[in-house]
């Protein structure tokens, strides 16, 4: 690559951020990602991307059944500027049903926001998405967010986050007065008061209300003097920002905020532009890093199909590794070794589609007629790469699907392998099943709904399901897949890339199988590569 451009990569990836928000639903995703948008002033007025009933569609939603339930099913990614930063923000669905299709959307980032709501701390998805995060080594900043409501006390969250996590929380910004009576914030690193103002509706740009310290003991008195008081011991504690321990995953920077009300957003904004990560050289499947500056090249991180009626398509999901990507650039598929053109490659906000002349380090592409990749696949140019598979979740929930009319075999057939290639359920064959009765496997039921939703009205093939007993799936071997298929409750069936998944009721089945048959392989799942 040519030096001029060398050195326009590597100055376009630092200045990209590209990050996920991770939390349990309700604790304020939505809200949280309407206000960083409306500070960065992509939007008008907070709503125009928030799905609950009553409100404007989100511009994430685009599934009927998304917009009945008020949840986000798809991903998309959503570009913004703050300062001199490309902000990548990848919206992560919200329901735990679709926690393989957070995993997915994951491997695309560098740094994670958790958000906790302050009355509830660390909550059970919360914890199963963080613990996602630690095993990609990402980065995490934590928000506490709702702090204008009754919630627990700061000191009491701070003990959680560091006793589930692990992680030593530093605060950036500390409460004065408590939850619910709420004065505002020290700015541990000015000293700084930052006043908390209600901002009607939420709905508008609040005004930065910056107050110095003999200002803010003026006004607050007590509260003031007790969150110094606080402040000044967490330091002395050694609970302060540094930014080496928080990059290696030792330390989370915590802030609080009130994302309903706009408050401690901009500070939000302004710490993922100063702390978070920028793109970075990313790991290929050997462990090897793949500087930015080489020839082009993407991961893809998520296929889905059907965003737009008017166009049935199906859209892959990359980020781009390394290189810069110009539309219309032929690129190769890895997995295939065949070309794919990139006609039509889109930044994708919602249904708003827009073209994407060119993309750095650090961007999520949208590429258009994507019909042969799948999540996990490599693009490049120049220089061979293979970025590593994304490993499949193990399946917790079983239910066998048949057509409804078994004339539409074909419909069948290209629905159920296009269900599968998106991830939106796992679908396992076996001999004694046929073609005509797979078993759709899935982390959450709901995933089931969608897969079934989209075979009527996507594929034109109605199907009937009916569930299975089982609740967790291990992998066997060939050898073995006999003799477990024999037992009652339990059955061997296979995924699409060949592993063979014993499907069994529950761990003393498992206990049981092991007990009389201790030479029987079973082990959890685990991608093939
Ligand atoms: P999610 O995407 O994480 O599921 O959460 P969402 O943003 O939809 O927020 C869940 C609820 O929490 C919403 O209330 C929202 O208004 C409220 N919320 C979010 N941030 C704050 C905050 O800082 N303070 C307070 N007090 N509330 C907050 P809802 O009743 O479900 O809907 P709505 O009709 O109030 O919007």
Known sequence: MPVLQDVEVKSEARRRRTFAVISHPDAGKSTLTEALLLHARIIAEAGATHGKAGRRATVSD???MEKDRGISISSSALQFHHRDVVLNLVDTPGHADF??????????VDSAIMLLDAAKGMEAQTMKLFEVCRARRIPIITVINKWDRPGLEPLELLDEIESR??????????PVGIAGHFHGVVDCASGDFVRFTRTPGGSTLAATDRLSAEEASAEVGDDWTNALEEVSLLESDGYVHDQRSFEDQETTPVLFTAAALNFGVGHLLDTVVDIA??????LDAAGQPRPVESDFSAHVFKVQAGMDRSHRDRLAFARVCSGVFHRGDVVT?????RSFATKYAHSVFGRDRETVEIAYPGDIIGLVNAGGLRAGDTLYSGTPVRFPRIPPFAPEHFRVVRPVDIGRHKQFQRGMTQLNQ????????????GQQAPVMGAVGPMQFEVAVHRMEHEFNAPVHTEQLPYTLAMQTREEDAQRVDQRIGAEVVRRDDGALLALLTDKWQVRGLRHHHPDIVLEPIVAQS
Request: hydrophobic residues 35%.
């Open 277 to 282: 990560p920028s793109a970075g050289p990313r």
């Open 422 to 433: 998106e991830g939106v359920v796992q679908v396992l064959y076996s001999e004694l099943r």
């Open 99 to 108: 926690s393989e299709d957070t995993y997915r959307v994951l491997t695309a």
């Open 62 to 64: 685009w599934m009927d």
């Open 333 to 337: 598929h890895e997995a295939t070794g």
């Open 165 to 174: 996590t692990g992680l030593r929380p530093t605060p950036l910004t500390w």
